[in-house]
């Protein structure tokens, strides 16, 4: 089963800040098959990513994945106030395992 | 428009038994993969159980291994999950995910509300 690690724990930013999230997995995730999630308190998870890098339909342009391999990144260019929340990357070739998530809080 | 609404969630005691639904609308409901994923109080996400658009192929996860059974009726849109054997550990918010295809790989391209179990005695 492949591990996905999850960094840092919380992520303390501010609005308009740029914020860069990491997953790493423990074994090569083939074919980039590494989704990322969004999930706000009382919500249920969103897509936000699949593929690794390819935005789901309606996810604002701000929001962009990038890796291979072992080590993935989500990135946030500019963060607006409903973008605080909890993320969870995905792999989804073999095991469907999250990770742990990563908390984005106000600073 | 993709709408999945879960039911069924309940206080339960432990060793006993529950099923879950997940009706769905919007879509071709048999051209696609379905899962069920839990989140317990405060805690990540972990999937639970899938099975593909034709309910052919079922998999679940270790941790419910023998005690959980996914299943869908295709002609009712609607997505099951039955609990027997409950733990204290099971107790979660149970999500319905739509899968991206029929088959593997996919990734949950849509999620219901949810619908909470509690375990306890």
């Known amino acids: 089963e492949i591990v996905l690690t999850q960094s840092p724990g919380t992520l303390s930013l501010s609005p308009g800040e740029r914020a860069t999230l990491s997953c790493r997995a423990s074994?090569?995730?083939?074919?980039?098959?590494l989704a990322w999630y969004q999930q706000k308190p009382g919500q249920a998870p969103r897509l936000l990513i699949y593929g690794a890098s390819n935005r789901a339909t309606g996810v604002p342009d701000r929001f962009s994945g990038s890796g291979s391999g072992t080590d993935f990144t989500l990135t946030i260019s500019r963060l607006e106030p409903e973008d605080f929340a909890v993320y969870y990357c995905?792999?989804?070739?073999?095991?469907?395992?999250f990770g742990q998530g990563t908390k984005v809080e106000i600073k | 428009e993709v709408q999945l609404l879960e039911s069924g969630g309940d206080l339960v005691q432990p060793g006993g038994s529950l099923r879950l639904s997940c009706a769905a609308s919007g879509f071709t409901f048999s051209n696609y993969a379905m899962s069920w994923v839990r989140q317990a109080p405060g805690m990540g996400l972990e999937w639970v159980s899938a099975i593909d658009g034709s309910g052919g192929s079922t998999y679940h996860a270790d941790s419910v291994k023998g005690r959980f059974t996914i299943s869908r009726d295709n002609s009712k849109n609607t997505l099951y999950l039955q609990m027997n054997s409950l733990r204290v550990d099971d107790t979660a918010v149970y999500y319905c995910?739509?899968?991206?295809?029929?088959?593997?790989?996919?990734?949950?391209?849509?999620w219901g509300q949810g619908t909470l179990v509690t375990v306890s005695s």
């Open positions: 995905q792999e989804y070739g073999t095991s469907r395992t």
């Open positions: 995910a739509r899968g991206s295809a029929a088959g593997r790989p996919y990734y949950f391209q849509n």
């Open positions: 074994q090569t995730i083939s074919t980039n098959y």
